[in-house]
Nanobody, 123 residues
Framework: QVQLVESGGGLVRAGGSLRLSCAASGLTVSAYLITWFRQAPGKEREFVATITMGSTTNYADSVKGRFTISRDNAKSTVYLQMNSLKPEDTAVYYC?????????????????WGQGTQVTVSS
C-alpha cells in the first residue's frame, strides 16, 4: 500500500549541494516516521536523518550541520537538503517509513522502502 519514490540524486563536486525528494503515497507523511538511509558499495545501510510525526528531527553525527530533513505535507514529500557535500557522502540514498518507533536509526525496523537514488560526490 505504501509507496516511496526517491529522486534528486546526481553527480556533484565536493562542497556542492543537492536536494533529495521522497514522494510518498498511501500514507499521510505527517503521521509517519520517515527516515533517510544511505548505502555505499560494500557497506551496510546506515542512518542519515529522520523526521517524526511531531516534526522532531535527528541526524547522524557525520551529516549534522550539513544536511536538513524536512517535509511538505501538501505534496506528501520529504526532503533531504544536503550541503557541503564530501566524497564520503557518496552512496545510494533511500527513504523508509514506519508508523512509529524509538529505534529510528535501525533499518530493520522499517517496513517500507523506496528504490533509492544515487549521490556521487567527486573530489
Amino acid at each position: 500500500q505504501v509507496q516511496l519514490v526517491e529522486s534528486g540524486g546526481g553527480l556533484v563536486r565536493a562542497g556542492g549541494s543537492l536536494r533529495l525528494s521522497c514522494a510518498a503515497s498511501g500514507l499521510t507523511v505527517s503521521a509517519y516516521l520517515i527516515t533517510w538511509f544511505r548505502q555505499a558499495p560494500g557497506k551496510e545501510r546506515e542512518f542519515v536523518a529522520t523526521i517524526t510525526m511531531g516534526s522532531t528531527t535527528n541526524y547522524a553525527d557525520s551529516v549534522k550541520g550539513r544536511f536538513t530533513i524536512s517535509r511538505d505535507n501538501a505534496k506528501s514529500t520529504v526532503y533531504l537538503q544536503m550541503n557541503s557535500l564530501k566524497p564520503e557522502d557518496t552512496a545510494v540514498y533511500y527513504c523508509a517509513t514506519e508508523l512509529s518507533g524509538q529505534d529510528y536509526y535501525d533499518p530493520t525496523k522499517y517496513h517500507s522502502w523506496g528504490q533509492g537514488t544515487q549521490v556521487t560526490v567527486s573530489s
